[in-house]
C-alpha cells in the first residue's frame, strides 16, 4: 500500500459506536457532529441501531448517569470514560428498549473487550446484570431523585419550572420522547396532497399537518433516501413549528429578505419555495462551514440566494446599504424547545446559557433594526421556551424603539404572550419554538 493512502478506520459494533458518540458528547462535541464521522464504521445493517442507541442514551442520560453510579462499587478513573460511556449505553438498552435481555448483556459485554482491558468486560457484565436484577428497587429510589426522575439537569428543570409551573412537567417528557418526522412539501413542484400520494405510493403512511400548510407527518421516520423524490427537492425534513416562519413573514413579489442567522437553511428554502418572485434573498451566517449546508439545500431544492458569511451584530461589514422589506432573525438559543430532538442538549447547555445568549440575541435585533425599510416587518424567532430569551428579549427592544409596531400573532397554534406567540415542546405534535413580529412604522 502507498505511504500516502490514508488507511481506512476499523470497523466498529453498533454499541461500541453509540458508546463513542456518548462519550464525545460529554467532552462537549455535538452529536451531530460526532454520528457522521462514526457511522460509516458501522455495517450498513447496524447503523440505524448505532443511532437508536446514541440517541437513547442521550435522551436519558442523566438517569443513566445517575444508575451507573448508584451500581458501580467505586467511581471509574477518568481515563475509563468509555466504560462508563458503555454502561449507559448498555443500561438504556435494558430499561428502555425491547432488545432481549440477555442480547443486550452479551453484546454489550463484547464490546467492552480490548487487548489489555479484561477488567472491563467483566465489570460491563456484572453492572449489567446487576441492573437488571434490581431494576424495580433503583426505579423506586429515583423517584426521589429529580433529575433522574425526569432525566434532564436541574438547572433546566428549575428554568422550565419557573418559565411554565403548570405546564413544566409535560414539558420535559414531551423532550424524553422520540420526535415524529416531519417533511415540509416543496410546494413548487407539487401540493400536499400530490406528496402524500407519493408517499401512499411507496407503502409509506403519513398524514397532513393540521396547523402547517405544507407540513407532513410520516407514522414512523424512514431514512430520508426512501422519501420519493428528496433528491431532487420534493420533500425536506422540516418541524411543523420551525415552517411558521415563513407563513409569518408573508413575503410579496419584488421584495427583498434578509435571513439572519440562517443555517442550516430550512427556513432560507421555504421562503423561496413559497414566494419564487422574490427580488432578492440573502441569507447571513457567522460559519461559512454553515453555508456550506446552506447551499447543499438550496441545490438539490434548484433554489438560489445570496449566501453571506458574516457577524450578525456588524452589518456594516457585509451589508450594501440598500434596506430590506423582510427580515427573518432566527436567533441563536440554547434550544430548550427542541431537546426531544437534540438530546445532546442536556449535556452541552449550562445554567449561565440564557444569559450570555440574551446579551447575543439582543445585539443581532438591534443590529438587523436599521436594515429594515419603513412599513416592512422583522420576525424573530427561537426554538427556545424560556422567556429569558423570548418576551424579555423583545420588551425592552419595543420600549426603546419608538418606530417598532408589535403585531399581534392571530394563529391556531402557541399561546400568546406579551410580545410574541410561544409553542411548547410536544404541543399539537410540534417543537417548543417562540415568534414575535415587529414593523417598522
Keep these: 500500500m502507498p ?4 488507511q481506512r ?11 463513542q458518540a456518548v462519550q464525545a458528547v460529554t467532552e462537549g ?6 454520528l457522521p464521522e462514526l457511522l460509516p464504521r458501522v455495517s450498513a445493517g447496524e447503523r440505524g441501531l448505532a443511532q437508536e442507541l446514541a440517541y437513547g442514551a442521550l435522551r436519558w442520560h442523566p438517569r443513566l448517569h445517575w444508575i451507573v453510579n448508584q451500581l458501580l462499587e467505586r467511581p471509574l478513573r477518568r481515563r475509563d470514560r468509555d466504560v462508563h460511556a458503555l454502561l449507559m449505553v448498555g443500561i438504556y438498552q435494558c430499561l428502555e428498549t425491547r432488545i432481549p435481555d440477555h442480547a443486550a448483556v452479551s453484546e454489550t459485554v463484547a464490546a467492552a473487550r480490548s487487548p489489555g482491558r479484561r477488567w472491563a468486560a467483566g465489570l460491563v457484565n456484572a453492572i449489567l446484570r446487576r441492573c437488571l436484577k434490581e431494576r424495580e428497587a433503583l426505579e423506586a429510589r429515583w423517584q426521589s431523585v429529580p433529575t433522574a426522575l425526569y432525566a434532564h439537569p436541574q438547572w433546566l428543570l428549575d428554568a422550565y419550572r419557573l418559565a411554565w409551573p403548570d405546564d413544566w412537567t409535560a414539558l420535559v417528557q414531551a423532550n424524553n420522547q422520540r420526535p415524529p418526522m416531519t417533511l415540509r412539501v416543496n410546494r413548487r413542484q407539487q401540493d400536499r396532497a400530490a406528496y402524500l400520494q407519493c408517499l401512499a405510493d ?3 403512511g403519513a398524514s397532513a399537518h393540521p396547523l402547517a400548510a405544507d407540513a407532513v407527518v410520516l407514522d414512523e421516520p424512514v431514512p430520508v433516501e426512501h422519501l420519493p423524490r428528496f433528491g431532487s427537492g420534493a420533500a425536506s425534513v422540516q418541524d411543523a413549528a420551525g415552517q411558521q416562519a415563513a407563513a409569518l413573514l408573508d413575503v410579496q413579489p419584488g421584495q427583498r429578505v434578509l435571513d439572519l442567522c440562517a443555517a442550516p437553511g430550512g427556513k432560507t428554502c421555504h421562503i423561496l419555495e413559497g414566494q419564487p418572485e422574490l427580488a432578492e434573498l440573502v441569507a447571513v451566517d457567522h460559519a461559512p ?5 446552506v447551499q447543499e439545500n438550496l441545490d438539490r431544492l434548484g433554489l438560489s440566494a445570496l449566501l453571506v458569511a458574516g457577524d450578525g451584530t456588524r452589518p456594516d461589514k457585509w451589508w450594501d446599504g440598500t434596506p430590506f422589506h423582510r427580515i427573518l432573525l432566527d436567533a441563536p438559543c440554547t434550544a430548550s424547545g427542541v431537546v426531544r430532538r437534540h438530546p445532546d442538549i442536556k449535556l452541552l447547555r449550562e445554567a449561565g446559557d440564557p444569559d450570555k445568549l440574551q446579551h447575543l440575541q439582543a445585539a443581532l435585533l438591534a443590529a438587523a433594526w436599521p436594515l429594515l425599510a419603513p412599513g416592512g416587518m422583522l420576525v424573530y424567532a427561537t426554538c427556545s421556551v424560556l422567556p429569558k430569551e423570548n418576551d424579555e428579549v423583545l420588551g425592552p427592544f419595543v420600549a426603546a424603539h419608538q418606530d417598532v409596531r408589535l403585531v399581534a400573532i392571530d394563529a391556531p397554534w402557541g399561546r400568546s404572550l406579551a410580545c410574541g406567540r410561544q409553542i411548547i415542546s ?9 415568534y414575535a413580529c415587529l414593523v417598522k412604522q
Design 3 to 6: 505511504a500516502n493512502r490514508r
Design 9 to 19: 478506520p476499523a470497523q466498529i459494533g453498533a454499541r461500541l459506536a453509540a458508546a
Design 29 to 34: 462535541r455535538s452529536l451531530a457532529e460526532v
Design 202 to 204: 411507496v407503502g409509506l
Design 289 to 293: 462551514a454553515r453555508l456550506q449546508r
Design 426 to 434: 410536544g404541543e399539537s405534535g410540534m417543537d417548543g419554538f417562540y
